[in-house]
């Protein structure tokens, strides 16, 4: 049984083309059903079909009728092993566009779940699905940050440590700003007060992380309350500056500023005890964890190799074992069969003869069990399938 | 049978140290850590066995002993695999403090002890903890005054060769010295009990440990934070220097 894949993805074809081919859960879900034994795996950068058969043409025949439009330029056709290694480095992130990202794991997981497969697709998914997990405990890749929101709440907790309990001041109310505050939540932190110039704006956002909006005029007051502040406002001067804040303070307060143009004063950093991170700051942070991350991928890639290995045995075993299974199913029948022919024996004479007799055949099978194991491996497995089948007239048993 | 255990002991800081030199061996260097330390803690227990009195009662001795109490107030205190650059400050220097106390006849055994009273005994364990306490707080000050001053110049890499949060090391660093305090002062109590039941006068040594107790007190007195507290430990730790290296050898 052949494994087939057909797909488009953020290296082969652009955003307009996958967004049209990128479906929602349950629609993946439905094309995966309606093809039988496959799996539609569709995420902002790939859509995929993974089949057992090959029947390549056809999945790629409902691709092109869901985008529109020919596809055969973009789109990839793997087989067998190289579908496999696919959707290993898939899962393990490395086929990503930040190498290690995490979420593609989750997404794979929810498409395996959602289908109907059979035993060659449920191999290779729980194949996958263990990859990624291994990569992830076994390598560095997700460890550092990969986006500026990300990165700086890692950085507030290289100062604070575990974030629970950190109250957050956040100033602006825009979508970046919204991200990064989200990424401090996420960790922990209390989001406790938001201000912006427009009240609406930061009653609404303040109303999202249970925090407090505050007046403008009230910025400066809070200061001493908080551990982080985030600002992130299109203010064209400075909104916090280094004479704003508290002179006596006992913890440290950590200022991230994603505005351009920079909405703290670059003096607070000079502060003792105060830590400002600039949009440049950040970058440059996300830009060395990506260095990182690309060295761990050659990590990760020896461990795709090594999965990819164990699937090539299993497909090569695929081809021998039923015949192996049939004749020693025949050799075992021809067994109880002659057992059967003797005359009245006692208890004990009965058991001695089937054990030296099932040792007898235990020994004589072996080694042509191990040799078509190895011929599996080596690509004759099917030529020597058929042979023995042939010399012990297997046939009718398969 | 005790450079049966010496040896792997060795061996196991030895690997530790050198394993937490890459991210991809961290779990290696903690269980080398771990091993090693159970090692050495069987050692100290035969040493302890077979000797009539206080066993740790040389120089190599109570740096054996020393480097027992660096490495099991690392162990449980900052052993984690996310924190490997702090293991990468502490086992090369535990490992090679070992070595040097074997080579000097501090891991061996039955040799009569200038310590076999009790008071004596528990002079030098307590001070000899405390100390390990202190070098411990110290090498914990040093890493928050490397993680701040990163934070600082915004070290692009920061994230990726990670060490403890600055939160973090300064409670450790607090609490290292808040314990050890008290066995400082345990100890010095005990010597001085003595000194004046033989009418022996105060020598160099005492004056400076008795300096460094003053600095740790005012650590515990004023609950510093920051580089302050950092420095502080750091000023704590030259008078143990002092006392352990410079004035080794001058008491009594």
Known sequence: ?398 | MLDLLFWPALIGYGEAAVAYSSARFTRLATWGVRVGWLLQTALLAVQAARTDGFPWDTWAGSLNLFVWLVVGGYLFWGCRPRYRLLGLAVMPLAAVLFLVAGLGGGTEAGKDSHYGNLFLTLHVGFVLAAFAGFTLAAALAGLYLIEERRLQRRSADILRLKLPPLATLERVTSTAITISLPLLTAGLAIGLVRLFDHGEGVDALIVATILGWLVYGAFVALRPTGRTAAYMALAGFAVVIVVRIVLAGTHF
């Not at chain 1, 899962?91 to 289908?115: C, H």
């Not at chain 1, 709440?153 to 440590?161: I, N, P, Y």
């Not at chain 1, 109880?336 to 099932?358: D, M, P, Y």
């Open chain 1, 1 to 398: 049984l052949r494994l087939s894949l057909v797909g488009i993805s953020h290296h082969v074809a652009p955003v307009e083309l996958r967004e049209r081919v990128a479906l929602p859960f349950d629609r993946a879900v439905e094309l995966a059903r309606k093809l039988g034994d496959a799996v539609c795996l569709s995420t902002c950068n790939r859509t995929e079909l993974y089949l057992a058969g090959e029947r390549d043409d056809r999945a790629l025949q409902t691709l092109e009728e869901i985008a529109g439009e020919p596809l055969g330029r973009v789109a990839y056709r793997m087989h067998d092993e190289a579908a496999a290694v696919h959707l290993f480095r898939v899962s393990a992130g490395l086929d990503s566009m930040v190498p290690g990202e995490s979420e593609i794991l989750g997404q794979v997981k929810a498409a395996y779940e959602g289908a109907t497969v059979g035993p060659l697709l449920d191999r290779v998914f729980r194949q996958a699905l263990q990859l990624g997990k291994r990569v992830r405990s076994e390598t560095a890749i997700g460890e550092s940050p990969a986006s500026v929101p990300s990165a700086a709440a890692a950085l507030a907790e290289q100062v604070f440590g575990d974030l629970a309990g950190r109250r957050v001041l956040l100033i602006g109310a825009g979508r970046i700003g919204e991200l990064a505050a989200g990424s401090l939540s996420a960790r922990g932190a209390a989001i406790a007060y938001v201000v912006n110039r427009s009240a609406d704006a930061a009653a609404a956002l303040a109303g999202r992380f249970n925090a407090e909006p505050l007046e403008w005029e009230g910025l400066a007051s809070r200061l001493g309350e908080v551990d982080v502040v985030l600002a992130s406002t299109s203010a064209p001067e400075f909104v916090v500056r280094a004479e704003d804040l508290p002179s006596r303070r006992r913890k440290p307060l950590f200022f991230i500023d994603i505005a351009v143009p920079r909405d703290v004063d670059p003096a607070v950093h000079e502060l003792d005890g105060c830590y400002l991170y600039d949009i440049d700051d950040l970058e440059a942070v996300v830009a060395e964890t990506l260095t990182g991350r690309r060295k761990e991928a050659a990590t990760a890639e020896r461990l795709v190799v090594e999965e990819a290995t164990r699937f090539r045995e299993w497909q090569a075993s695929l081809e021998v074992v039923p015949a192996i299974a049939s004749l020693r199913a025949r050799a075992e029948e021809i067994r109880a069969a002659e057992l059967a022919k003797l005359g009245n024996l006692s208890e004990e004479e009965r058991r001695t003869i089937e054990s030296v007799t099932a040792q007898m055949l235990n020994k004589l099978l072996h080694l042509p069990t191990v040799r078509m194991k190895e011929a599996a491996l080596a690509a004759d497995g099917a030529a020597y399938a058929a042979a023995l089948r042939h010399l012990f007239g297997l046939e009718d048993k398969r």
